[in-house]
């Protein structure tokens, strides 16, 4: 999987990469993306698939534009064309939204499925909750159980493959979690380095540190009430396990009730 930041910035050297990996013989090549630089240019999307990729992720923020500026501060216009472009060469796509409450919820997720299946029915879409652990700002909170369970309705009552997962999985539908994984880094020596969710989470306190100018410590301190509790991650896990397959509608009934720039990636 070629993830980020973003990818697409440097056109001439993604496909290049792309182009290499398959020539070396790699047989899946997964590009996970915002779709920003791929609507803005007619042939992006055609080239990577001709230089050899199998595979896009691409998140769609918000439907609305007024949401979406606010959210990014960028137009969701190049983000919707690319997914537009994507399908038509016919790559396997995945599209995937976050649910951040008071900001993207079921209205805006409904809004995404229908011009999903405008596009095409069968489209894979993966709904993720909002996790404020690692926010940058405090601008939201975890959605509850019932709400991601409602917009998993509305989503599926357009695209039959919507699911309800975990961010920053490859696999539909999801996995179980993964202790351990494997990060290849694009410097010259393509180093190669096995990471845990433990590696992860030091980085963000590390980033947090310094982009915060405060101790580790500090960082730890604020982030422990905002931190996953037991109950939540096992009624989370229950639900990604019942609704991480598609066709599983849910029979929740109930009313439908950013990030910040720096957060657009």
């Not at 599209?95 to 489209?123: C, D, H, W």
């Not at 351990?180 to 433990?198: A, S």
């Not at 410590?217 to 905002?226: A, K, Y």
Request: charged letters at 30%; one cysteine or more.
């Amino acid at each position: 999987m070629i993830t980020g930041g973003e990818p697409t910035l440097d056109k001439e050297f993604l496909l290049a990469l792309v182009k290499g990996l398959n020539e070396r013989g790699f047989e899946e090549i997964v590009l996970m993306s915002n779709g920003y630089e791929i609507g803005r240019d007619e042939s992006y999307a055609s080239d990577l698939v001709d230089s050899g990729l199998t595979e896009a992720h691409i998140d769609i923020k918000a439907f609305s534009e007024e949401i979406h500026r606010w959210y990014t501060g960028k137009s969701n216009k190049p983000v919707l064309k690319a997914v537009e472009l994507l399908n038509d060469t016919g790559i396997e796509l995945l599209i995937q939204t976050v649910y951040i409450p008071g900001i993207v919820e079921a209205e805006e997720i409904e809004k995404i499925a229908v011009f999903l299946s405008s596009l095409n029915r069968e489209m894979k879409y993966r709904l993720n909750p909002f996790a404020p652990t690692f926010a940058f700002e405090k601008v939201s909170r975890r959605p509850t159980i019932e709400e991601m369970e409602l917009a998993h309705k509305l989503a599926s009552r357009y695209l039959p493959n919507a699911i309800i997962s975990r961010s920053c999985y490859r696999e539909y539908p999801t996995p179980p979690s993964q202790e351990t994984w494997i990060t290849v880094y694009p410097d010259q020596n393509l180093t190669i380095k096995r990471r845990t969710m433990r590696d992860q989470e030091e980085d963000r306190i590390s980033w947090l540190s310094r982009a915060k100018s405060k101790s580790r410590e500090e960082i730890i301190r604020e982030l422990e009430p905002v931190r996953d509790d037991f109950e939540y991650r096992m009624k989370l896990e229950d639900l990604t396990r019942r609704f991480s397959r598609p066709g599983i509608a849910s029979s929740t009934t109930g009313n439908i009730h950013g990030a910040d720039k720096r957060g657009f990636k």
